[in-house]
């Protein structure tokens, strides 16, 4: 039986000296390390040792009670949080370890909302109860009321208050408890399935580093979990992450859902079929090579060159959709010596291994330029590439990355019609919820346009993002809907309907409000109650709003959202005047509408009308030549309009 665990957490909670304690128990591994020995069995990266911070996701395997698991350690820096996420999409449960001297920080609700998302169960391990500041009952409270009022703690066991606790969430056991009718056997039973159905997360108290509580742990997370595989069913898998070993091949690392996949096996995927020569079976850096793997083992494999984290293989399964996204955007700078197409090469490899960087090259500024979470994950960036490639890089100063949208509904109209071509398309636009991204429908009828180029308009639309007007950001929460159009029998063409869908879009994008949308953080700070009023006053003159404040024992605790653009540089000033009494956390916290628009499109001076990529007329054709009609012309002479 295999099961994949991954352990989670807020930065310096001991996510990492627990995992070793688990390693060491089940005799994955002989000595136990610690992150600030630089010995750590999963981080053992040289950039990890040196800065003691877990950055990549790395797992090991160990052998509990028959059961083959494979841990992942999570990086817990929100810095690299994308890698987080993708590791949680692979996950048959996870551990989330709560620091019972700090509690609940914005980390830690990041990360309970992403296993939310991905349907993941979850168990809290509430570390550092050797602290002289711990309060394990308190930081049972707050969890409560923050992630989940479902914990359950099972330091005592399966106490006579915890069994009626269980009972009240489960019809079946409710009926037996009232009955007398206790069998714990069964009991166990139940439990685990509500736990797989995140009825119900299970938590124990001890100390990683003193080593108290975690066989207890282990003990009860071997109980309460168990995923079901099919190994007879067709072959599918997950794509977790891409890597490059030490000679350069690329692995790609799977979560097998169902059936079997073998060396020489052929894989299909985007219209091609490619052969696995190689199936490893990593544990830290060592792998294990193996002709077979199996539903539910975690495996990396050679011989495929065009998957990315988050694909399905052998299913026809959408990809995971990834929440966090990054906000800031940086230039890349290095050596004029160095080509710029070998380092937009190694850039690229990066782009495989990571996706959430989004690396391009800017044709008109001549630049790589890649998004990032944060400065410390630019800093990192420079240590892989100097390590890696052997080149010595810096970045431009981190630009906010701003979205556009619009404010209410519009239609707009596309015609394209030079000689011997032909294609006109309609469209509905509509504001999206914020977050929703670009979604496409078609209500065209057959009769009016073949469904073949309507799915044409529908890939122009969504095959990537579109410029908006304001700035030349990124168009989003945007529900675009094919109202009508029209082919011509003998002079169309596919790439018609790609030019009149865009001049369609940015034909609307003309008449509509225009809205500029910038990244801002979820804040959550604590703090001792005389500097609340220093916090709040910071807060407003950053253009952030806030709840009203809770204060309890001396501590205020505050939380609000905040733009990026004025926060990202205050966790250094902030660390300054409450010399280390306070803990402020940052958490991405999507879009809003942009706090100073009008500074932020002349500070850009984006030109819509000399976007070489986009044009809001339409061209239209008279005695044998085609013609240019401005926008505010083009729905008087759209054909299906008179």
């Not at 990041?110 to 309060?135: I, M, Y």
């Not at 850039?347 to 990032?372: N, T």
């Amino acid at each position: 039986m295999y099961e994949t665990i991954g352990v989670l957490a807020h930065v310096d909670a001991g996510k990492t000296t627990f995992s070793e304690q688990l390693l060491y128990h089940t005799e994955a591994i002989r000595k136990r390390g610690r992150v600030d020995h630089q010995d750590a069995f999963l981080d053992s990266h040289d950039i990890e040792k040196s800065r003691g911070i877990t950055v990549f996701a790395d797992q090991a395997v160990f052998r509990f009670n028959g059961t083959e698991y494979t841990l992942i350690d999570t990086p817990g820096h929100v810095d690299f949080s994308p890698e987080m996420e993708r590791a949680i999409g692979v996950m048959d449960a996870a551990i989330v370890i709560v620091s019972a001297a700090d509690g609940v920080e914005g980390h830690t609700e990041t990360v309970w909302s992403l296993l939310q998302k991905h349907e993941v169960p979850a168990f809290l391990f509430l570390n550092k109860t050797d602290r002289e500041s711990a309060d394990v009952a308190a930081v049972l409270r707050e969890i409560r009321r923050t992630l989940s009022d479902d914990v359950c703690l099972l330091d005592d066991g399966l106490s006579p208050e915890l069994v009626e606790w269980i009972a009240e969430r489960d019809e079946e056991l409710l009926e037996s408890y009232l009955d007398d009718d206790y069998d714990e056997k069964r009991w166990l039973e139940v439990m685990k399935k509500m736990v797989r159905e995140r009825r119900i997360f299970p938590a124990v108290s001890g100390s990683a580093l003193q080593d108290t509580g975690v066989t207890d742990f282990l003990k009860w997370l071997d109980l309460l979990t168990g995923a079901e595989w099919n190994e007879d069913a067709p072959f599918a898998a997950r794509v977790y992450k891409i890597q490059h070993d030490e000679g350069g091949r690329r692995l790609t690392f799977l979560k097998v859902l169902s059936g079997r996949l073998s060396v020489r096996d052929e894989v299909s995927l985007h219209g091609k079929t490619e052969k696995i020569t190689e199936i490893r079976k990593y544990s830290g850096r060592k792998f294990a090579a193996q002709n077979t793997a199996r539903a539910g083992e975690l495996i990396a494999v050679t011989g495929l060159s065009d998957v990315r984290a988050g694909e399905q293989i052998g299913t026809s399964g959408d990809r995971t959709g990834f929440g966090l996204i990054p906000a800031l955007s940086a230039a890349v700078r290095f050596d004029p010596v160095i080509s710029p197409k070998d380092m937009l090469e190694h850039f690229m490899m990066l782009d495989a291994e990571d996706p959430s960087l989004s690396v391009i090259w800017d044709p008109h500024a001549r630049e790589i330029r890649i998004h990032v979470m944060g400065t410390i994950q630019l800093d990192v960036l420079k240590d892989v590439v100097k390590e890696r490639f052997g080149a010595d890089i810096s970045f431009g100063e981190p630009a906010i990355l701003y979205k556009e949208t619009i404010r209410s509904g519009v239609n707009g109209y596309g015609h394209f019609e030079p000689l011997r071509h032909y294609s006109e398309v309609h469209l509905g636009l509509e504001p999206a919820a914020r977050g929703a991204g670009i979604s496409f429908e078609s209500k065209c009828h057959p009769n009016d346009l073949a469904p073949g180029y309507q799915n044409l308009v529908g890939q122009t639309l969504t095959e990537k993002p579109h410029r908006g007007l304001l700035t030349g950001s990124p168009l989003t929460d945007l529900d675009i809907t094919l109202l009508t159009g029209r082919a011509h029998n003998e002079h169309t063409s596919g790439g018609d309907f790609r030019e009149a869908s865009l001049r369609a879009l940015r034909q609307g994008l003309e008449k509509a409000d225009n809205v500029l949308l910038e990244p801002v953080y979820d804040v959550k700070v604590k703090i001792p109650a005389e500097l609340m009023g220093r916090i709040l006053s910071d807060l407003q003159q950053a253009n952030g709003r806030f709840d009203p404040p809770e204060t309890e024992d001396g501590l205020a605790l505050i939380t609000g959202r905040v733009p990026v653009a004025t926060f990202m540089d205050y966790p250094a000033r902030f660390a300054s005047f409450t010399n280390g009494k306070g803990s402020l956390s940052l958490r991405p916290g999507g879009y809003e509408e942009c706090h100073n628009s009008e500074n932020v499109i002349e500070a850009i001076g984006y030109d819509k009308d000399a976007d070489p990529d986009y044009s809001s007329s339409s061209i239209f054709c008279a005695k044998g030549k085609g013609y240019a009609v401005p926008w505010d012309e083009a729905e008087s002479a759209m054909h299906l309009l008179k």
